[in-house]
Structures are given as C-alpha cells and as structure tokens.
C-alpha cells in the first residue's frame, strides 16, 4: 500500500468525467487501499480517484464509522436538504457553505464485485455527494451558495 499525490484544484484531471470501472482486478484493488491510506494520511473523510489521478469510479469514505469503499458509485435516492461548511483535500484551505440532501441512498459495488446499497444521513450523506461529484469533474466550490 501507498500514499498516493493528491492533486490540486488547478489540475485539469479534477474537472474530467471518470470512466466506469469494467472489472474488479488487482489493480482496482491496490487503488482502493491506496485511496484509504491516503485518505488517512491526509486527515480526511472521503476520497475519489479522480484525486489521486485515475479516472475511475471508485470512492472511500470514513466519517468515523467505519471504511465505506464504492465502485460505480450512483445516488439512487436523496431527501431533505441540509447546509454546511465543505473543504477538499485537492483544495486546502478553502471552505464554502454547500446544500446538500439530508440523507441519500447510494448503490455500488465493493471491493468483491458484489452490489450493495448506502444509506447516509448527514455527514455522511455529504461525503458520498461530494466524493460522487468529483466522478462528474464537479468541485464543492461549484456548489457554494452566495
């Protein structure tokens, strides 16, 4: 396992669309636990390829309970809405206010190639929303409310 370079706001890499993953093998593996160190190692709560330069649709998420790994990550439902303060690890030192959905239902695979489904409230529904949206070349700061 390694930590990987987290890229910044001014690589083009974070604004592009990732590709779906077509098959769980030992590279999509090794990623995966790279992303989880590097996630720790960086004092964050969620991680998307597309940070570390890979343009798959792969995410972790930890809000403190627990390691959630998704490949091929879709918001199936989301309800309520809720505002806070987001940052990024590819944009240190900013902050925004951002309007979420107070709780969403996600749908992936995970690390066996098998599907499961999320359900997050609150943090939790934040972290998969922001980590989804950098799949879609989307930064928080696009979603900033004035």
């Known amino acids: 396992m390694a930590i990987r370079n987290i890229l910044k706001d001014s690589d083009p890499t974070l604004r592009k669309k990732s590709r779906i993953v077509e098959k769980i093998d ?5 990623l995966l636990d790279d992303m989880i160190d590097t996630m720790y190692e960086a004092d964050g709560v969620g991680l998307a390829a597309p940070q570390v330069g890979v343009l798959k649709r792969i995410i972790v998420v930890d809000v403190g309970e627990g390691i959630i790994e998704l490949i091929n990550p879709e918001i199936i439902d989301s309800w309520g809405e809720q505002v806070g303060a987001e940052g990024c690890l590819s944009l240190p030192g900013i902050t925004g206010d951002v309007s ?8 992936g695979l995970n690390r066996k ?24 070349g989307i930064l ?3 979603r900033v409310i004035d």
């Open 26 to 30: 030992d590279r999509i593996l090794v």
């Open 100 to 107: 979420r959905p107070a709780g969403v239902r996600v749908k």
């Open 113 to 136: 190639g098998e599907t499961i489904e999320i359900e997050g409230k609150d943090l939790l529904a934040v972290a998969l929303c922001h980590e989804i949206d950098h799949l879609e």
């Open 140 to 142: 928080f700061t696009d």
